[in-house]
């Protein structure tokens, strides 16, 4: 079955840089693309990032551009999103999921938490 | 960016009612709208992609229509295990995938 296992969330100050990782088991993770979906805490989704199955297509969210990277290993079969200058505004839980097809969210990761606070 | 909007925020139904949530995108995203449920401290879950297809494993009780601007879900006998919030998103016209508000079904 598919596993997506978040890791790489915790504590850190706002103008610091953290990177999470994304995991992923179960399916053929070189021919999916894959998303972070991040929620602060009590509110609604907001997607972060895409990137292609092979890595040569990356979109943002105009919140983190320019701040935020993504990227993939498909021999590691782990996703990672590199973020930089962190500010108050992105705390949240970020997940990790695999799209199924053209935007459509097929799967979730459990999520990881990443706290900006001095 | 096509901006979701969801209603009504939170909807009280009694187990066993029908609930009816309603999901409006700003311009036409065509059929190309999923639902999910989240429930508290878990991640979200695929239940409809295309409007009106349901995921693998969802139950029959929960279907989507609509198409263009105007989206319902419905779930139509209201089981204990379906207490949570759903969401609608567009993925027609993105970057950026756009999700709604959410509504939160609670039990009446």
């Known amino acids: 079955q598919v596993q997506l296992v978040e890791s790489g969330g915790g504590v850190v100050q706002p103008g610091r840089s953290l990177r999470v990782s994304c995991a992923a088991s179960g399916f053929t993770f070189s021919s999916h693309g894959m998303h972070w979906v991040r929620q602060a805490p009590g509110k609604g989704l907001e997607w972060v990032a895409v990137i292609s199955y092979d890595g040569s297509n990356k979109y943002y969210a105009d919140s983190v551009k320019g701040r935020f990277t993504i990227s993939r290993d498909n021999s590691k079969n782990t996703m990672y999103m590199q973020m930089n200058s962190l500010r108050a505004e992105d705390t949240a839980v970020y997940y990790c999921a695999k799209d199924g097809g053209s935007g459509i969210i097929e799967y979730w990761g459990q999520g990881t938490l990443v706290t900006v606070s001095s | 960016e096509i901006v979701m909007t969801q209603s009504p925020a939170t909807l009280s139904v009694s187990p066993g009612e029908r609930a009816t949530l309603s999901c409006r995108a700003s311009?036409?995203?065509?059929?190309?709208l999923a639902w999910y449920q989240q429930k508290p401290g878990q991640a979200p879950r695929l239940l409809i992609y295309g409007a009106s297809t349901r995921a693998t494993g969802i139950p029959a009780r929960f279907s989507g229509s609509g198409s263009g601007t105007e989206f319902t879900l419905t779930i139509s006998s209201l089981q204990s295990e379906d207490f949570a919030v759903y969401y609608c998103?567009?993925?027609?016209?993105?970057?950026?995938?756009?999700f709604g508000g959410g509504t939160k079904v609670e039990i009446k």
């Open positions: 311009q036409s995203v065509s059929s190309d």
């Open positions: 998103q567009q993925c027609n016209n993105w970057p950026p995938l756009t």
